[in-house]
């Protein structure tokens, strides 16, 4: 099972060129189920990226653009009468797919965007009375534009909370950018992708990320970062229990990804940045967003054993 | 302490305990000397002495003996309930002068409990808590406020009697956490820049009392919005923090300004720092100049806090 | 000293209790006004507490000042001296407590206290009583850790264990100082208690005295013969001579306090021994002829008594050497043989004219002291420590018609007898025998061993020592008293209770004198712990003893226990608690050592692959304990501690500092 989550990691690291830690992480966030949040620029790669980690689990993939007059029904679906049948017949949205790129998440008003978290949240979204499961598995990778912030609505820290990670890619290396140049488009590059897991082999992957086991030892270096960021005075707020319970879950991934049973306070580091980022502020500076460099004060302060 | 050496036993004391967020009392920072009614338990002891010497009485002699042993043992235990106790700066609010500044200070015990361990700044009274075994207490020290800028308020005193009183343990910590002191405020003319608008603050006023301020609809909270617009009936109905969101006319905008004040720069600054407490309160949009400093005209909290720390630092060196 | 108005709860808890156990073993040595005074006072400041009572105003104070005052000069005569110092001392420290407001009131009660436990020892330095003392001492420091701690007041016990526990602490340091610490004499003098009650020998007797001290079960002294201990029929302690006799009393003679030197010489062998005394309030000392001791400011007096120029007021350790066939005194000069053949002008004619009638038929000293012994064996005199009353000629009445008595009795009548037909002679008075303790090795010589002998003079002989008692009852000279009177069962009658009369039960005699034991060792180890034999302790464990050596053996002893307790009380070893942990801050040492410090924020592989990185030599070493560690405190494996040890002793010989001690062992 484990050389066939390489083969996917590897697959699509060839689409995606000179990003293998932010693969990892995106799949470490996948397999521990949670939902992803990319923040970056246009034109980095964040739809290649998941279409590619779509394509590989074998999931289907659906994609909505954000975008100011989008309207809940849009992302849900909506009911549409039949004349043949003289009913109501549900057509459902996009939110329907097992993975859902969510483009540009803070275009849209505040109204469309908690239709889609509230799916995220509960794994089912209720329209017109009735409640409708969403499909198994469900993640949503959002993405948000950073720089320009005109006419956007910007993520509340509720909402931010939902997202268990959230990376950047930034820009590529010289040398993946020279191949990215000299070869074939990426997107042209995407159909050719072959499902390497199918969804019972991702269902057991995903039932086995919680058996990783947490020795006490680690619980107490979890505990650590979580009190400092609690008590420490730089920090507006400290992390929250549902912080703390993912910063766990996406460290376990993390280890079941670099193949051992176990999690070692360096698992935890890895997956820092990108499971507490969003999740923090600097006291002296709340609009900004000084989370990354809380984050390595607390990597480089707080004993790890 | 001799103004001479003054300075040396400063630079000593910074280099021995260097200034810092997070200081843990340790053998090297911890000074401990008998304290005055440590001498007086020493004479009481001389005279139980001499009472054993002149009547040969060896019980008087051990008893003598004991106590001393009790003080030299008590050495230890005075620097035991200070060592292993760990201080952190927890961080201040601004306060305008003449308040009293408030520090916070955190006490984290790495293990043992420590009892009456006091703290403050010498002359005035120390503050005294006590910290549970492997516990930690957040106190709030206050000083009085002179004047606007940073205020260092020197090294901190923390020292401890326990359990005796006889010996006094104490280390100088500097938590390196300035104070941010704002002007006084100081009630007086509106203060506007010559260039704009040529509009008089009862217009200005009167723009506001008219509710001329269209609403422009609900943004979502951002932290450093006013939280005077907060919709609280929103926030009720589960729509999470929303902001009222108005726009205002842009002639409207006021331009507090420096140079449009007269008197010592004190005094100026003051009158300014009254106005952007006032037009914060009012939710008014302004823009603040000072010699060498222009703030873009905005509203909110961030931008109040923006302009009165610009205000309490003015002239200063960077 | 930053002075809190009020003073904490627990730390008055403590004063009051502390109050009670200093003033509780004191109160023998008090008036009983005291009593009232304190109930009264500790009364009025629980009231204050619990805000039923104001406090005293300036007149109720000085009303209560001048009251005490007024109570000492009544209940002691006088405002001076050390009984009515103690009880001012403790009014004041009684009063104290009723007004004390703030902290350096409350100090001030407790140095108070500190004192009065002091003059206590005065009156009574026995080991209950010093053990008892450290309650006192406890609750006093208690309270004064109370004052320290803060207001919001807990319980009171974690303050008094935590006072226990600095008194425990303090203990090792203590007795460090009490053997080294070196003892002085005197600066000034000072009176002693007058109250302590001490019964012994006075120096008159009447024979009724004698009667009085064999009643009393208290312990005079005890001694300790190095080698084999004499028999008992020759364990006769001189205390004093009684030359005069006024035809009732007998009592020391002018000459007692002449300087004159004793007049001897030594024979035979000498027997060596140490005495603890316990107070007598009189200067002689007790010793067995003829005594010679180092004890300094003490002399042999011309009778053969050792006598010092103090009372003994306080329990005595001396050392002894003693020559029991020592010639006293071959010539007699006029004085002498002017006082001991001393008699009243009148009075006795019966004796006078039997006396008479012995030197016609006996004109040899030797034959009339036989020919009198014979008499007081043969005729039917009897011992009984209850004789019948005497008249005025109370030595013809004992002779010739009531003839019963004991020991003060026969020999009071022998030296009458002895001086009427010309022959010097006199009174000795002392103890006889004692016990013998086998616990400790010591004999214990008790106030009912009390007893009175005779002493004659013959020229070139000297002074012989004669004990008409022994012809009368052998068995008091050779078992003691109790076998004496063992048909009158009139021995320690005013004391039922006392053990000594219960010694037929083994196992209660066993406890007595076990019990004995202990308290001579007290005596002797700590309360004899003074300038002589404190030196001759310290010279036997060091030889030469100089100040320099004494401040260092103080130092040096201090400074180790003091270490020793740091280490205790911080337990450095333990400052980490989780093995695993103290594991690899070992690990961490090693590596620091070599320039490599780990980080806080490095977790172990992270830490290691930086380290090898570094040290390519040693890397195998290293990751293999990373890995081991990791292993152990991540992965859940069961590896014993001692497998990481042994991984870690591997890295520690692979690293270079020990290669290179290696290789210069090699060379």
């Known amino acids: 099972m484990r050389t066939k989550l390489d083969a996917c990691l590897s697959a699509v690291n060839q689409i995606l060129l000179g990003k293998e830690p932010q693969v990892r992480l995106a799949m470490a966030c996948l397999l521990a189920r949670g939902h992803l949040l990319i923040e970056d620029l246009p034109g980095m790669g964040k739809t290649t990226l998941s279409h590619a980690l779509a394509r590989v689990l074998g999931l289907s993939f659906q994609r909505i653009q954000f975008t100011s007059d989008l309207l809940p029904g849009d992302i849900l679906g909506t009911s549409v009468f039949d004349k043949d049948s003289g009913q109501f017949v549900f057509h459902p949205g996009p939110i329907f797919a097992e993975l859902v790129l969510a483009d540009e998440i803070n275009r849209a008003t505040p109204k469309s965007q908690s239709a889609l978290l509230e799916a995220m949240e509960e794994g089912q979204v209720t329209i017109e009375g009735a409640t409708r499961p969403l499909p198994e598995p469900f993640f949503v990778i959002a993405t948000q534009n950073p720089v320009s912030q005109g006419g956007t609505f910007a993520l509340p820290e509720s909402q931010l909370d939902r997202f268990l990670m959230r990376l950047s890619l930034g820009y590529p290396g010289k040398a993946a950018e020279r191949a990215l140049l000299l070869g074939d488009s990426r997107r042209s590059l995407l159909p050719r992708l072959e499902p390497i897991l199918d969804h019972r082999e991702l269902g057991l992957i995903q039932a086995e990320i919680p058996q990783v086991r947490a020795s006490d030892a680690l619980i107490d270096y979890v505990l650590r970062l979580v009190d400092a960021t609690r008590t420490q005075p730089q920090f507006a707020w400290?992390?929250?229990?549902?912080?703390?319970?993912?910063?766990?879950?996406?460290?376990?991934?993390?280890?079941?990804?670099?193949?051992?049973?176990?999690?070692?306070?360096?698992?935890?580091?890895?997956?820092?940045?990108?499971?507490?980022?969003?999740?923090?502020?600097?006291q002296a500076d709340p609009a900004g967003h000084g989370g990354s460099a809380l984050v390595q004060w607390l990597l480089r302060e707080v004993p790890a054993l | 302490m001799n103004r001479r050496w003054r300075p040396h036993w400063d630079r000593w004391l910074a280099r021995r305990i260097p200034a810092s967020g997070s200081v843990r009392l340790t053998q090297r920072r911890i000074f401990i000397v008998p304290s005055r009614v440590g001498g007086a338990f020493m004479i009481a002891l001389g005279l139980m002495l001499l009472a054993g010497i002149n009547y040969q009485n060896s019980l008087a002699y051990g008893l003598t003996f004991l106590l001393a042993s009790v003080f030299v043992v008590a050495i230890l235990h005075t620097y035991r309930?200070?060592?292993?106790?760990?201080?952190?700066?927890?961080?201040?609010?601004?306060?305008?002068?003449?308040?009293?500044?408030?520090?916070?200070?955190?006490?984290?015990?790495?293990?043992?409990?420590?009892?009456a361990i006091a703290l403050g700044w010498l002359p005035a009274d120390l503050q005294s808590v006590d910290i549970a075994e492997q516990g930690s207490v957040t106190c709030e020290l206050n000083a009085p406020t002179t004047r606007r800028g940073w205020l260092r308020p020197g090294r901190l005193r923390v020292e401890s009697r326990f359990p005796l009183g006889v010996l006094v343990a104490w280390s100088w910590v500097?938590?390196?956490?300035?104070?941010?002191?704002?002007?006084?405020?100081?009630?007086?003319?509106?203060?506007?820049?010559?260039?704009?608008?040529?509009?008089?603050?009862?217009?200005?006023?009167?723009?506001?009392?008219?509710?001329?301020?269209?609403?422009?609809?609900?943004?979502?909270?951002?932290?450093?919005?006013?939280?005077?617009?907060?919709?609280?009936?929103?926030?009720?109905?589960?729509?999470?923090?929303?902001?009222?969101?108005?726009?205002?006319y842009s002639g409207?905008?006021?331009?507090?300004?420096?140079?449009?004040?007269?008197?010592?720069?004190?005094?100026?600054?003051?009158?300014?720092?009254?106005?952007?407490?006032?037009l914060s309160e009012r939710q008014q949009s302004f823009a603040l100049r000072l010699p060498g400093l222009y703030r873009a005209a905005a509203s909110g909290d961030a931008h109040r806090d923006a302009c009165l720390q610009a205000l309490a630092l003015y002239g200063s060196p960077p | 000293m930053s002075a809190l108005p009020t003073i904490p709860r627990i730390s008055l808890t403590w004063l009051l209790v502390a109050q009670a156990l200093v003033i509780l073993p004191l109160l023998a040595h008090l008036p009983l006004w005291i009593l009232a005074l304190w109930l009264g006072c500790a009364g009025w400041r629980v009231q204050i507490f619990r805000m039923r009572a104001a406090f005293p105003t300036a007149w109720a104070k000085g009303g209560l000042m001048i009251a005490a005052g007024l109570g000492v000069y009544f209940s002691r005569g006088s405002l001076v001296g050390l009984d009515a110092g103690v009880v001012l001392l403790v009014a004041a420290f009684l009063l104290k407590l009723l007004e004390m407001r703030s902290r350096r009131?409350?100090?001030?009660?407790?140095?108070?206290?500190?004192?009065?436990?002091?003059?206590?020892?005065?009156?009574?330095?026995?080991?209950?009583?010093?053990?008892?003392?450290?309650?006192?001492?406890?609750?006093?420091?208690a309270a004064l850790i109370g004052l320290q701690q803060s207001a919001i007041a807990q319980r009171p016990w974690p303050t008094a264990r935590l006072a226990g526990s600095l008194v425990l602490q303090a203990v090792p340091l203590m007795v460090l100082l009490f053997i080294f610490f070196p003892r002085f004499g005197p600066l000034w003098s000072l009176p002693g208690p007058n109250d302590k009650g001490v019964t012994g020998l006075a120096d008159s007797m009447a024979p009724a005295d004698?009667?009085?001290?064999?009643?009393?079960?208290?312990?005079?002294?005890?001694?300790?013969?190095?080698?084999?201990?004499?028999?008992?029929?020759?364990?006769?302690?001189?205390?004093?001579?009684?030359?005069?006799?006024d035809g009732r009393r007998w009592s020391q003679s002018s000459l007692a306090q002449s300087p004159q030197t004793a007049q001897w010489q030594a024979a035979g062998e000498s027997l060596r021994y140490s005495v603890v005394m316990q107070p007598s309030g009189q200067p002689w000392l007790f010793s067995l002829d003829v005594?010679?001791?180092?004890?300094?400011?003490?002399?042999?007096?011309?009778?053969?008594?050792?006598?010092?120029?103090?009372?003994?007021?306080?329990?005595?350790?001396?050392?002894?050497?003693?020559?029991?066939?020592?010639?006293?005194?071959?010539?007699?000069?006029?004085?002498?043989?002017?006082?001991?053949?001393?008699?009243?002008?009148?009075?006795?004619?019966?004796?006078?004219?039997?006396?008479?009638?012995?030197?016609?038929?006996?004109p040899h000293s030797e034959q009339l002291v036989q020919a009198l012994l014979r008499h007081f064996n043969q005729q039917p005199f009897s011992y009984t420590l209850r004789p019948p009353r005497l008249g005025r000629d109370s030595i013809d009445g004992f002779l010739f018609d009531t003839r019963s008595g004991f020991c003060?009795?026969?020999?009071?009548?022998?030296?009458?007898?002895?001086?009427?037909?010309?022959?010097?002679?006199?009174?000795?008075?002392?103890?006889?025998?004692?016990?013998?303790?086998?616990?400790?090795?010591?004999?214990?010589?008790?106030?009912?061993?009390?007893?009175?002998?005779?002493?004659?003079?013959?020229?070139?002989?000297?002074?012989?020592?004669?004990?008409?008692?022994?012809?009368?009852?052998?068995?008091?000279?050779?078992?003691?008293?109790?076998?004496?009177?063992?048909?009158?069962?009139?021995?320690?009658?005013?004391?039922?209770?006392?053990?000594?009369?219960?010694?037929?039960?083994?196992?209660l005699n066993q406890l007595r004198l076990g019990w004995d034991n202990l308290n001579y060792g007290w005596q002797r180890w700590v309360l004899g712990y003074q300038g002589t034999q404190q030196l001759e302790l310290l010279q036997r464990w060091f030889g030469q003893l100089d100040g320099r050596l004494l401040a260092l053996v103080l130092v040096g002893g201090g400074g180790l226990l003091l270490g020793a307790l740091a280490l205790w009380l911080f337990k450095p070893w333990q400052r980490e608690r989780d093995p695993q942990q103290r594991l690899f801050r070992q690990f961490a040492r090693l590596l620091a050592r070599q320039g490599v410090h780990w980080q806080a924020g490095e977790g172990a592989r992270a830490y290691a692959a930086r380290a090898a990185g570094l040290l390519p030599a040693q890397a195998a070493a290293i990751e293999a304990f990373a890995d081991l560690y990791e292993a152990r405190r991540y992965a859940g494996e069961a590896i014993a501690d001692a497998q990481l040890w042994r991984q870690l002793r591997l890295l520690r010989r692979a690293l270079p500092w020990r290669l290179r001690v290696a290789d210069k062992r090699t060379q």
Not at chain 2, 88 to 100: D, R, S
Not at chain 3, 225 to 234: Q, Y
Not at chain 3, 443 to 455: C, P, S, T, Y
């Open chain 2, 252 to 278: 409207l905008e006021l331009d507090l300004d420096f140079e449009a004040l007269d008197g010592d720069i004190e005094t100026r600054l003051s009158r300014l720092c009254h106005w952007v407490l006032m």
């Open chain 3, 408 to 507: 003060a009795h026969y020999a009071g009548a022998m030296t009458f007898v002895l001086r009427a037909a010309g022959i010097p002679a006199r009174v000795v008075a002392g103890y006889q025998g004692g016990e013998f303790n086998p616990a400790g090795n010591y004999l214990q010589v008790r106030q009912f061993d009390a007893h009175a002998w005779v002493e004659y003079w013959r020229p070139q002989i000297g002074w012989t020592r004669v004990d008409p008692t022994f012809q009368v009852a052998p068995e008091r000279i050779e078992q003691g008293l109790e076998q004496a009177l063992s048909d009158e069962q009139s021995f320690l009658e005013d004391s039922p209770f006392s053990p000594l009369r219960y010694r037929q039960f083994a196992w």
């Open chain 2, 81 to 115: 309930n200070l060592a292993g106790l760990t201080l952190k700066a927890g961080g201040t609010t601004p306060v305008f002068v003449g308040e009293a500044g408030r520090w916070r200070v955190r006490l984290e015990s790495s293990g043992r409990a420590h009892q």
């Open chain 3, 105 to 141: 009131d409350a100090l001030v009660l407790i140095f108070l206290g500190f004192f009065v436990v002091v003059t206590g020892y005065l009156f009574d330095d026995s080991i209950l009583v010093a053990l008892f003392s450290l309650l006192p001492v406890t609750a006093l420091l």
């Open chain 3, 210 to 245: 004698i009667a009085d001290l064999s009643r009393s079960g208290a312990l005079a002294f005890r001694a300790q013969f190095e080698g084999e201990v004499p028999a008992r029929s020759e364990l006769y302690w001189r205390a004093l001579t009684l030359e005069r006799f």
């Open chain 2, 174 to 248: 500097d938590l390196d956490q300035p104070l941010l002191v704002y002007p006084r405020p100081l009630p007086g003319e509106l203060p506007l820049h010559a260039g704009a608008d040529q509009q008089s603050p009862e217009q200005g006023r009167l723009a506001h009392g008219q509710g001329a301020d269209d609403f422009q609809g609900l943004k979502a909270y951002q932290p450093g919005d006013s939280r005077r617009r907060l919709d609280w009936k929103a926030y009720s109905r589960g729509q999470g923090l929303q902001v009222k969101d108005f726009a205002s």
């Open chain 1, 238 to 282: 400290g992390l929250s229990p549902r912080g703390s319970l993912a910063l766990l879950a996406a460290a376990r991934a993390w280890a079941f990804l670099a193949e051992r049973d176990y999690v070692i306070p360096e698992d935890v580091q890895a997956v820092l940045p990108a499971v507490v980022g969003h999740r923090l502020r600097d």
């Open chain 3, 291 to 362: 005594a010679r001791t180092s004890l300094d400011s003490t002399r042999l007096m011309a009778d053969f008594r050792l006598q010092r120029n103090r009372p003994v007021d306080r329990s005595l350790l001396y050392g002894v050497e003693s020559w029991p066939q020592a010639v006293r005194e071959p010539q007699l000069d006029a004085a002498r043989r002017a006082v001991t053949l001393q008699l009243p002008a009148d009075g006795d004619p019966r004796t006078r004219e039997w006396a008479a009638q012995l030197k016609r038929e006996h």
